[in-house]
């Protein structure tokens, strides 16, 4: 597949044409690194599906159900025509709704939620009203996200978000607000000599002593040895 709106993984292929999100590696970097607790997930915002698709793989071998919601109509006939490709579609619910709609309606809790959460605030908006919903925080603020988290994640269960190192700090401060706990923080580095600009947070209505740590994608010899090994089940290059 040479067209850009495909790509193809080890175990599983995605069609991105109706998505306002293509292929990023922060998605594949959240659906290799995710702690998975128990059968129950949850992906919010979840596009083409890729992360669904990611876990359904990770946890092939463990009786699993996952609900994928996205507010966009386009995304959801998307990663529905892609579950289906794949034939995991027996695992995984798909659902066209706001995060916050649902959370009105469930009475589920799930032992592992995962998002790529919007992430431009304050910005100009693109003409494409599909990557508006999908790049913008104007359909889903971290305020309504941290908030559903909070309460859709069981008393156990962990959730794991990747975000821009500059928006840290204010969802920081809205994990404390929404009584959270952060477990874990990983910080990515794309390159080797320069900040990080993407942190993988994982957090839990549990109390547990946070763990740092960072992944560094590229070094001066190319793809890093520790990326390599977080990827290497999907990648083909890997």
């Known amino acids: 597949m040479n067209n850009k709106n495909f790509f193809k993984f080890k175990e599983f292929s ?72 794949n034939n995991w579609s027996k695992n995984i619910t798909v659902i066209q709704k706001d995060v916050r709609e649902y959370l009105k309606i469930s009475n589920k809790k799930f032992d592992c939620i995962i998002s790529n959460p919007p992430y431009y605030e304050n910005s100009l908006k693109p003409a494409n009203k599909k990557n508006v919903l999908a790049k913008h925080t104007d359909a889903l603020s971290y305020n309504s996200l941290i908030h559903s988290i909070k309460e859709l994640l069981s008393p156990s269960g962990i959730a794991n978000l990747i975000l821009p190192t500059n928006c840290l700090e204010r969802v920081m401060k809205l994990i404390d607000y929404h009584s959270l706990y952060l477990i874990e923080k990983i910080m990515i580095h794309g390159v080797h000599n320069k900040s990080a600009n993407r942190v993988v947070l994982k957090l839990s209505n549990s109390y547990k002593e946070l763990t740092k740590r960072l992944i560094c994608i590229r070094d001066d010899k190319g793809y890093t040895y520790e990326f390599k090994e977080l990827t290497k089940n999907f990648y083909l290059k890997f």
């Open 14 to 85: 995605l069609d991105f044409t109706n998505c306002g999100m293509k292929l990023s590696t922060d998605a594949v970097i959240l659906g290799s690194i995710s702690s998975l607790k128990s059968h129950e997930v949850l992906d919010i915002g979840t596009g083409s599906g890729i992360l669904s698709l990611m876990i359904a793989q990770r946890m092939k071998n463990i009786q699993h159900q996952i609900t994928a919601i996205d507010i966009e109509p386009n995304a959801i006939a998307q990663a529905t025509k892609n579950f289906k490709k």
